[in-house]
């Protein structure tokens, strides 16, 4: 297979897709620093270039495209409507620095956007600048630390993190300035009780839970977990990546919990971006309302207007302007939308079409853990370890049927894990396509192990060096790298 053009190799002398007309100001010379004879720049036309860039989008799978059961990252499909919405030129165009006067439509949608997300959750109150969900995950934990020591118990400085929680949540505590310490899962893959009700102290700050957690499991003790930590004077902080899960459902306010991050590119549909731009809000209690990050927005009483303010022990300001206010616009567009009916339906939706996969799929696999799961499940490929094909090698393999791999080697407590999400907004066509897919892999791991270890084969490039490409990794294009792509291609 050739490869295809780059846009270097289409460069011609002469060859330009605008003409700029004549300059109407006087020249003048650069400064000799900023000076150089020549810019390496290709010289391609107007159609040269978009048939390029719209190649290499092609390139690319996307939720646009096919199937994409990453689990825990819940890839559904994003309304277009929301992407419309958000660009209307009033949200579209404002300066985050405008006066209060002349943004009273974007305070008001983001007041609304708070008092709704607080609503959904049973919390106090939402701040929403946030950049991402470890972004709240880090607000989160400033505000314990700020919480115990307003209260004089700096000597609070562990924070327990069950196994099964969110794979951020570890480093984003010891960002925070807090010893880690690990709670095993117990054999149904809930957090162990016992263990926990050892490890509780007067130096446990709080406990960062998942539920459900990352095996796709609600946690049945979790009524138990935040009254144990509550008697020892810790915070509970339950990470909302998996809101998605419970929406409309259960609220996790109501269960006693303290803090929560909302993923709002995961339960409430803005796009994930290519590492950006997200969005984190955080809901807390009444108590802890006043430690939010600042500024925050209000209704000013008695009058029909909203105005910033500053919570009086705010933990301070975590994000340049007040956060991603495009990705507010989408959720709010996206909650309105539905309504409290269509919220539990999402709900309702995915933890059916994860169930609907596992009960498909745990006869041919090793299930992880023998329960109803909620919005996703975790499998093994331990079986089909015995026959030399890991885990990585079915990833590869899915490939070949235009279906983007589950998450892979997540979470660690499972060997040979394959984590899968469906999300709400597949149909049973797409279910059963990816159904008919796995189960042709499994009896290929067994007859044929090696069109497994082997795959792909339908892809633009095939197996990688994986190993190689993280120790030395180089994607930028030179003349003399033709070659090596041509060889990698063919």
């Not at 700029?20 to 900023?34: G, I, K, M, Q």
């Not at 390496?40 to 989008?57: A, C, G, K, Q, Y």
């Not at 023998?370 to 090698?393: A, I, P």
Request: proline share 6%; net charge negative.
């Amino acid at each position: 297979m050739a490869v295809e053009p780059l846009i270097f190799e289409l460069s011609k002398p002469g060859r330009r897709g605008v003409r700029f007309p004549a300059s109407d100001v006087p020249e003048t010379e650069l400064p000799a620093e900023l000076a150089r004879e020549t810019l390496d720049w290709p010289e391609v036309s107007e159609i040269d270039t978009i048939r390029h860039f719209t190649r290499l989008s092609q390139k690319n799978h996307a939720i646009d495209i096919d199937f994409y059961p990453l689990g825990s990252c819940t890839m559904k499909y994003n309304p277009k409507i929301n992407e419309a919405v958000a660009r209307y030129p009033g949200f579209a165009r404002l300066h985050p620095f405008q006066p209060e006067s002349t943004v009273q439509g974007a305070l008001e949608l983001m007041h609304d956007l708070q008092e709704m997300l607080a609503e959904i959750s049973g919390f106090h109150a939402v701040t929403l600048q946030p950049a991402a969900g470890a972004h709240g995950e880090l607000t989160g934990c400033l505000m314990i630390k700020a919480w115990h020591w307003r209260r004089g118990e700096t000597r609070r400085t562990k924070m327990l993190i069950p196994d099964s929680a969110h794979g951020t949540n570890p480093a984003t505590a010891r960002m925070a300035g807090f010893d880690v310490v690990t709670v095993p899962s117990d054999s149904r893959g809930n957090t162990d009780f016992d263990k926990l009700r050892e490890m509780v102290s007067p130096e446990t700050a709080g406990l960062m839970i998942t539920n459900p957690n990352t095996l796709g499991l609600w946690d049945e003790h979790i009524h138990e977990i935040v009254d144990v930590v509550h008697e020892a004077g810790g915070l509970v902080y339950n990470d909302g990546a998996n809101f998605n899960a419970i929406l409309g459902i259960a609220r996790p306010g109501d269960l006693d919990i303290d803090i929560m991050h909302y993923n709002l590119h995961k339960t409430f549909s803005t796009p994930h971006g290519g590492g950006g731009p997200g969005s984190g809000p955080v809901g807390v209690t009444e108590e802890l309302a006043e430690f939010l990050p600042g500024p925050r927005v209000r209704k000013v009483e008695g009058e029909d207007r909203f105005e910033w303010f500053q919570p009086s022990h705010s933990i301070g300001q975590l994000h340049s302007f007040h956060g991603n206010f495009g990705m507010h616009v989408r959720a709010y567009c996206y909650i309105r939308m539905h309504g409290a009916e269509g919220l539990r339906m999402i709900s309702e939706d995915a933890v059916l079409a994860a169930n609907y996969l596992r009960v498909k799929l745990q006869d041919r696999f090793e299930l992880a853990y023998k329960r109803t799961c909620m919005h996703e499940f975790v499998l093994s490929g331990s079986r089909q370890k015995r026959n030399g094909v890991r885990t990585l090698d079915m990833a590869k393999r899915l490939l070949d049927f235009g279906v983007h791999p589950p998450t892979t080697y997540f979470p660690l407590v499972v060997s040979e894990a394959m984590m899968i999400e469906p999300t709400e907004t597949e149909s049973k066509e797409t279910l059963d396509y990816f159904i008919d897919a796995m189960l042709q892999i499994a009896d290929e791991a067994e007859t044929d192990p090696a069109k497994v270890t082997g795959a792909p084969y339908n892809t633009e490039y095939k197996r990688l060096d994986e190993v190689g490409a993280n120790r030395s990794l180089n994607i930028r294009w030179t003349p003399e790298r033709k070659a090596e792509l041509a060889a990698v291609a063919d």
